[in-house]
C-alpha cells in the first residue's frame, strides 16, 4: 500500500462518520498504524459496523482525504450511560489515530474535538480516555487533566485470584 504525499489540498479533507465502504479506503490499514487489527475481512467489517450503528452509543469519526479516497484519520466515541451522576452518561475516546504522512496538521486535534461535541450533545457530564505518557501534553491543550491511574485486564492472561464469591447470572 503506497500512502498518499501530504500534498493535498486541506480542503480535500472530510471530517464525518464511518461508513460502510470506508473498508475500501484504507480503514483499516490506518488502524493498523496504531495498533494490532489482525485479519478483518470484508464480511467481518461489514458484521461490526452494523453492530456499532445499531448499537446508538458508539461513534467512529473519520477524516477522509477525498482528492485520495483515503481515510486518513480516526477516532471512536463509546457513551456509557450510568447510575451515578443522576443517570448521567461518560464518554470514553478509543482508537485516535492519524496517518503517519498527515500528521503534525491538527488533524487529531479535530477529531478529538468533534468526539469532545458527540459526547455533549449525548449528554455525557465527562470524556475521558487513556493514552501514552508522550500524548498527555496533546490531550492536555484540549482540556483533559491527568486523573489517577489506568489498568487492563486481558482475558488471555492466567488467572491469578482464589476468591470465594460465586456468580449468579
Known sequence: MSHPTSTSAPDSLVLRSLKMDDYNKGFIELLSQLTTVDEVSHEMFKKRFNEIQSSGNTFVQVIEDVAENRIIGSATLLVEKKFVHGCGAVGHVEDVVVSDAY???NLGRRLIEDLQRIG???GCYKVILD?????VPFYGKMGFKRKEVQMAWYVDAPATSSSNIHSRH
Open 131 to 135: 493514552c501514552a505518557e508522550h500524548n
Open 103 to 105: 500528521r503534525g496538521k
Open 120 to 122: 455533549v450533545e449525548q
